[in-house]
């Protein structure tokens, strides 16, 4: 089973970039769909971008469509979140999660599919 843990977040100014990433160990990292969510403060884990085992899908969130990008390296085990134009609401906890996917198209957007979650970045956008 894979272990994710999630790097990247901090402070920004809104209209800021952060990149977050989460590097997977013990497992064939190729064989998972990987997804980002965020949780903030009083509310339920949100799906915010996720992407095929073979990164040649991807989908998002409406909310940070054509601002954030999802894409992953399966030589170096790692996934990013590179986030663009950030807003205040765009704080929250980030975590990365993966499920064993065979195919390399699908991807998977709620937080049920997934079994191995990291343990989150938080990311804070000051206005």
């Known amino acids: 089973q894979v272990q994710l843990v999630e790097s990247g977040g901090g402070l920004v100014q809104a209209g800021g970039s952060l990149r977050l990433s989460c590097a997977a160990s013990?497992?064939?990292?190729?064989?998972?769909?990987m997804g980002w969510f965020r949780q903030a403060p009083g509310k339920d884990r949100e799906f915010v971008a996720a992407?095929?085992?073979?990164?040649?899908?991807?989908a998002y969130a409406d909310s940070v469509k054509g601002r954030f990008t999802v894409s992953r390296d399966n030589i170096k085990n790692t996934l990013y979140l590179q986030m663009n134009s950030l807003k205040p609401e765009d704080s929250a906890d980030y975590y990365c999660a993966a499920k064993r996917a065979f195919g390399g198209s699908n991807y998977y957007t709620r937080t049920y599919h997934y079994v191995v979650w990291g343990q989150g970045t938080q990311v804070t956008v000051s206005s």
């Open positions: 013990g497992g064939t990292f190729s064989n998972y769909a």
């Open positions: 992407i095929s085992s073979s990164g040649s899908t991807t």
